[in-house]
Nanobody, 124 residues
Framework: QVQLVESGGGLVQAGGSLSVSCAAS?????MGWFRQAPGKEREFVAA????????FYSQSVKGRFTVSGHNFKNRATLQMNSLKPDDTAVYYC????????????????????WGQGTQVTVSS
């Protein structure tokens, strides 16, 4: 199984920016980000599929967050701008090692590897 190592995150004031990165130990074809706030379910944030550099975003972050990556390095970065207190959560990197195209990348079931999570806190 591919191992994922996350870095970045931290504490920032509302309106500020942070980034989180994820490095995979092996070949993956899609990398995504989910987040989970206390007392809430894990929710999809963004994903990037190397094929055609296709990106996906949740409505809540579209226009504020940008996911980018380097397929040969199996590394992805989530750049988060205009952060809001509602963005406070543990952010998890996920990766899909299957080369085929899935019907959706917004479900955790589309991924077979997960990072340990990194805390992002946005103060008001």
């Amino acid at each position: 199984q591919v191992q994922l190592v996350e870095s970045g995150g931290g504490l920032v004031q509302a309106g500020g920016s942070l980034s989180v990165s994820c490095a995979a130990s092996g070949r993956v074809f899609t990398m995504g980000w989910f987040r989970q706030a206390p007392g809430k379910e894990r929710e999809f944030v963004a994903a990037i599929r190397w094929s055609a550099a296709t990106t996906f975003y949740s409505q809540s972050v579209k226009g504020r967050f940008t996911v980018s990556g380097h397929n040969f390095k199996n590394r992805a970065t989530l750049q988060m701008n205009s952060l809001k207190p509602d963005d406070t959560a543990v952010y998890y990197c996920a990766a899909d090692s299957w080369p085929g195209y899935r019907s959706t990348y917004t479900s955790p079931s589309a991924y077979d590897s997960w990072g340990q999570g990194t805390q992002v806190t946005v103060s008001s």
